[in-house]
């Protein structure tokens, strides 16, 4: 079962916006990361923020996470045509011994140059 | 350079033939993971491993085995192939603390 559920499904936006999005899990974590696919590729690793963690930044990059809600948002700002790809939230549902991770269904980003 | 690599990239396989994914990491890394991507699914996790002879199961690890007799190395094995099986398999892995390295996945299609 998905742990991680992103949304929107997709995101269309011009080049020099922000673009936001959120992702939402059922399970208590110790952390959450965030991914991104280029077409055909595999995942990259963009950044990681500990459940004790309320926001974390990364270049362009801003990730906050509310445990309360459940809920975690990445944000991309200044948005470039290269940062047209799908982008996965994963949380570790808890588990710490395992490192096994559970990702949402993802959000596929355009940006239109 | 340094990383996740599997092989093969693509491959077709006719129903009930099997074959053995490989995937090779050079970090040095303790846990290895097997998942599975498919369209509207995410990614889904079939089989994973802690350490050197350990394995196992994910979420969705019937029809598939695995070994890790080398730190380096896990193998994902298809003792026969089901249509079911067509997907994208990527392997990750990582160090005790810090996110996944991913290889560039196999594409693999069941006929």
């Known amino acids: 079962s998905q742990q991680g559920e992103e949304d929107p499904q997709a995101l269309s936006i011009q080049e020099g916006e922000n673009a936001t999005m959120n992702c939402s899990y059922k399970?208590?974590?110790?952390?959450l990361q965030w991914y991104r696919q280029n077409s055909g590729r595999g995942l990259v690793h963009l950044i990681l923020i500990r459940s004790n963690e309320r926001e974390k930044h990364s270049g362009r990059l801003r990730v906050t996470l509310d445990t309360s809600k459940k809920s975690s948002s990445l944000l991309i700002t200044a948005s470039r045509a290269a940062d047209t790809a799908s982008y996965f939230c994963a949380t570790d549902g808890g588990s710490s011994n395992t490192g096994k991770l559970i990702f949402g269904q993802g959000t596929t980003l355009q940006v239109k140059p | 350079n340094a990383g996740v690599t599997q092989t093969p990239k693509f491959r077709v396989l006719k129903t009930g033939q099997s074959m053995t994914l490989l995937c090779a990491q050079d970090m040095n890394h303790e846990y290895m993971y097997w998942y599975r991507q498919d369209p509207g699914m995410g990614l889904r996790l079939i089989h994973y491993?802690?350490?050197?002879?350990?394995?196992a199961k994910g979420e969705v690890p019937d029809g598939y085995n695995v070994s890790r007799l080398k730190k380096q190395n896990f193998l994902l094995g298809l003792e026969s192939a089901a249509p079911s099986q067509t997907s994208v398999y990527f392997c990750?892995?990582?160090?005790?603390?810090?996110?996944?390295?991913f290889g560039s996945g196999t594409r693999l299609t069941v006929v």
């Open positions: 399970t208590s974590i110790n952390n």
């Open positions: 990750a892995s990582r160090p005790q603390r810090g996110g996944y390295t």
């Open positions: 491993s802690v350490g050197e002879g350990t394995t």
